[in-house]
């Protein structure tokens, strides 16, 4: 079963930008990878997917702000977030459509 590892995360002024990556420890290709997010006291909610082929999507909150991207060959998963908001706070997961694996999260903390 494929593992992920997820890093980058930090704590960054609203404006900064972060940029995090998830490390499979096996092939990606077959599956459409997905970034979630759960912030304390609220339900985990799905923030972005990249499928191998076609366009990304985004929950709408962070459109325009967020991209996510793909590398195959280092079997990672990126999410770029940019003008962070002190609402993006959270612990950041990625994860496998279909699968049951989750990563450990990331913390990403938006504040002055």
């Known amino acids: 079963q494929v593992q992920l590892v997820e890093s980058g995360g930090g704590l960054v002024q609203p404006g900064g930008s972060l940029r995090l990556s998830c490390v499979a420890s096996?092939?990606?290709?077959?599956?459409?990878m997905s970034w979630f997010r759960q912030a304390p006291g609220k339900q985990r909610e799905w923030v972005a997917n990249?499928?191998?082929?076609?366009?990304?999507t985004y929950i709408d909150s962070v459109k325009g702000r967020f991209t996510i991207s793909r590398d195959d060959a280092k079997r990672t998963v990126y999410l770029e977030m940019n003008s962070l908001k002190p609402e993006d706070t959270a612990v950041y997961y990625c994860?496998?459509?279909?699968?049951?694996?989750w990563g450990q999260g990331t913390q990403v903390t938006v504040s002055s």
């Open positions: 994860h496998g459509l279909g699968t049951s694996t």
């Open positions: 096996g092939s990606i290709l077959s599956y459409v």
């Open positions: 990249i499928a191998r082929f076609g366009s990304p």
